[in-house]
């Protein structure tokens, strides 16, 4: 087993990483939908958005309903084109294969810079270099959005990783090593969660304002403003 990078890339990505969030549980599902809803409330029409791993479009179809102009990346080619197909033609969205922490794009281009549903973990990239790129391409006064998982939704969490492992979508889950909100499978692949210590202290390296928020006893979102 490879990477969590390449795991997302080949095993987790496209339909497999959809029905992950298909085998949701009721509660994870409103977790999702909470993240979602702050976003929302975050950004405005004229906002031009990026997302930093769009996936298959999960949180890109919500956002691209209310913004004149957004851009999600993702590693996955897989994924990138099930976007495309849950979007359509859509002028105001354009999809890039793209590593976040080597952005192809101008300093201080974006109003609002997105990554949630933990993606700061998930990506298992230097969060250093991610957060610096994703502070480069935002414009001052402009947002970044990271979000990680509250330790209040742990045992929710951990059943909905046990309801992928059951599909075959990830690996079985080592118990034994799972605890202190990091979920680790015996084939390799783990999925860590960041604290509010931990984005105060990565933020504090950055002359940014920050903001930690939770939602819905389920989310701690760290908002940016550089």
């Known amino acids: 087993m490879g990477s969590n990078n390449e795991y997302y890339r080949d095993t987790l990505s496209a339909n497999n990483l959809q029905r992950c969030y298909e085998l949701a549980p009721p509660r994870i599902q409103r977790y999702l939908d909470a993240e979602i809803s702050y976003v929302l409330k975050r950004i405005h029409p ?16 919500a956002l691209v309903q209310k913004v004149d102009r957004i851009i999600g990346i993702d590693t996955s080619l897989d994924s990138l084109r099930l976007t495309k197909e849950l979007i359509g033609s859509n002028q105001k969205c354009n999809l890039l294969q793209m590593d976040a922490v080597h952005l192809a794009f101008s300093d201080q281009m974006f109003n609002v810079v997105i990554c949630i549903q933990n993606g700061i973990s998930a990506f298992h990239v230097n969060q250093r270099e991610l957060l610096q790129e994703s502070i480069r391409v935002t414009k001052p006064k402009g947002i970044v ?7 209040k939704i742990w045992n929710d ?3 909905w990783f046990q309801l992928q492992s059951d ?12 605890k202190n909100g990091t979920i680790v499978c015996k084939d390799g692949f783990t999925a860590t969660t960041f604290s509010r210590a931990q984005f105060l202290s990565l933020t504090a390296r950055f002359h940014v304002k920050t903001r930690i928020v939770e939602v819905d006893e389920s989310s701690l979102f760290c908002e940016i403003t550089p």
């Open 145 to 151: 959005l990271f979000s990680s998982y509250s330790e």
């Open 157 to 159: 969490r951990l059943h």
């Open 167 to 178: 599909a075959g979508l990830i690996g079985e889950l080592d118990y034994e090593k799972t």
């Open 46 to 61: 004229c906002d031009c958005i990026l997302e930093l791993g769009c996936g298959y479009g999960r949180v890109l179809y």
